[in-house]
T-cell receptor
Framework: DAGVTQSPTHLIKTRGQQVTLRCSPKSGHDTVSWYQQALGQGPQFIFQYYEEEERQRGNFPDRFSGHQFPNYSSELNVNALLLGDSALYLC??????????????FGEGSRLTVL | AQSVSQHNHHVILSEAASLELGCNYSYGGTVNLFWYVQYPGQHLQLLLKYFSGDPLVKGIKGFEAEFIKSKFSFNLRKPSVQWSDTAEYFCAANAGNNRKLIWGLGTSLAVNP
């Protein structure tokens, strides 16, 4: 049973560029959440997708956008990259239980470095 | 603002020592509480969770946590740590009407053999 897979694992971009990160949820999971984890910090919630729609969003600017596909996989897009966007981006999948987040299953993350 | 705070940022213990990691949250209503662990080079994984019921919850690998509503706390404990418990530990919470998890800054635990 495959867990959560993310790609790419590492990438380097320059300021102003755009990046797309990809996530395949754990088999049977229908909900995908994205988190940003800066060095020495806990994860920060970016948004959650369910039924191909953004269901809830954290305090991130519109430069951060996402998508969920019919097979439940998801993408995170960041436009106009800033140095401060350098972080580990985590994808977490779960089974929808309404407002109860339940157990999140995490991928290894995508390490983004913005130069 | 809703927040989760972890009091210990770095903890160093010898094997067989007892462990207690503090976690406090700021929600006033219904709350779901979690402890996640990240072993070196691995992804985050759930240690234990509290939704309702018995405030003493048991997780994997001998960990337990106690929910004390009056203190807004959810401290993690283990009576005897092992070298393999060396990891980063995160406390997280979500309010009853909110789907996002709020995370603490994490505690780095190093267990010396």
């Amino acid at each position: 049973d495959a867990g959560v897979t993310q790609s790419p694992t590492h990438l380097i971009k320059t300021r102003g560029q755009q990046v797309t990160l990809r996530c395949s949820p754990k088999s049977g999971h229908d909900t995908v959440s994205w988190y940003q984890q800066a060095l020495g910090q806990g994860p920060q919630f970016i948004f959650q997708y369910y039924e191909e729609e953004e269901r809830q969003r954290g305090n991130f600017p519109d430069r951060f956008s996402g998508h969920q596909f019919p097979n439940y996989s998801s993408e995170l897009n960041v436009n106009a990259l800033l140095l401060g966007d350098s972080a580990l981006y985590l994808c977490a999948s779960s089974l929808d239980r309404g407002f109860n987040t339940g157990e999140l299953f995490f991928g290894e993350g995508s390490r983004l470095t913005v130069l | 603002a809703q927040s989760v705070s972890q009091h210990n940022h770095h903890v160093i213990l010898s094997e067989a020592a007892s462990l207690e990691l503090g976690c406090n949250y700021s929600y006033g209503g219904t709350v779901n509480l979690f402890w996640y662990v990240q072993y070196p080079g691995q992804h985050l994984q759930l240690l234990l969770k509290y939704f309702s019921g018995d405030p003493l919850v048991k997780g994997i690998k001998g960990f337990e946590a106690e929910f004390i509503k009056s203190k807004f706390s959810f401290n993690l404990r283990k009576p005897s740590v092992q070298w393999s418990d060396t990891a980063e530990y995160f406390c997280a919470a979500n309010a009853g009407n909110n789907r996002k998890l709020i995370w603490g800054l994490g505690t780095s635990l190093a267990v010396n053999p």
